[in-house]
């Protein structure tokens, strides 16, 4: 059974730049929420999406933003980068309105030079 | 009043003994507090979980201990081994229905062989 799988692994990117990440929730999961670690961090919520609406948002700016597809795989889209945008991309899946099965993918690496 | 405050920022410990993380958290509407796991280059992953009505939970060597009164929870790994070194986060779930995580900002544990 495959877990939540981020892609691509690695990305590096130039300021000014727009970047999309891509997200596949575990079997089952139908939420998925995406999480922003700089480096020493913890992560940091940027937003949920459930039945392909965002549910709620973190403090982030409007230059983040995501999709949900019917398949409840997620994107999330970053543009005009910033430097300070460079960090570990976390994507949970989860069932609904539960803690149950709160998984966490391995994460996009974005360097922002 | 969102944050979750976590010490110490880094732990060595020697094989076999105890390692205690500690968090504390302003916000008595926090409704369910994971502990995770993360090894480098890898996401997190849930270790153990405890809900404000619990006072402790043990699932093999790892142990939470919750004091509601005075709002904080800790981790104890008991018999603490080499391959448990990895930095390690407490968090907590705002009861918005959409369970986003505040997470502390680590602490990374090196146990000595």
């Known amino acids: 059974d495959a877990g939540v799988t981020q892609s691509p692994t690695h990305l590096i990117k130039t300021r000014g730049q727009q970047v999309t990440l891509r997200c596949s929730p575990k079997s089952g999961h139908d939420t998925v929420s995406w999480y922003q670690q700089a480096l020493g961090q913890g992560p940091q919520f940027i937003f949920q999406y459930y039945e392909e609406e965002e549910r709620q948002r973190g403090n982030f700016p409007d230059r983040f933003s995501g999709h949900q597809f019917p398949n409840y795989s997620s994107e999330l889209n970053v543009n005009a980068l910033l430097l300070g945008d460079s960090a570990l991309y976390l994507c949970?899946?989860?069932?609904?309105?539960?803690?149950?099965?709160?998984?966490f993918g391995s994460g996009t690496r974005l360097t922002v030079v | 009043q969102q944050q979750v405050k976590q010490s110490p920022q880094s732990l060595i410990v020697q094989k076999g003994g105890i390692s205690i993380i500690n968090c504390a958290y302003e916000?008595?509407?926090?409704?369910?507090f994971p502990w995770y796991q993360q090894f480098p280059g890898k996401g997190p992953a849930l270790l153990i979980a405890i809900r404000p009505d619990v006072s402790e939970k043990k699932e093999g060597r790892f142990t939470i201990s919750f004091n509601k009164s005075a709002k904080q929870f800790s981790l104890h790994i008991m018999d603490s081994q080499p391959g448990d070194s990895a930095t390690y986060f407490c968090a907590a779930s705002v009861p918005s229905g959409t369970y986003k995580y505040i997470f502390g900002t680590g602490t990374r544990l090196k146990v000595l062989a």
């Open positions: 949970a899946s989860s069932f609904g309105s539960t803690h149950y099965g709160y998984t």
């Open positions: 916000n008595t509407a926090f409704d369910y």
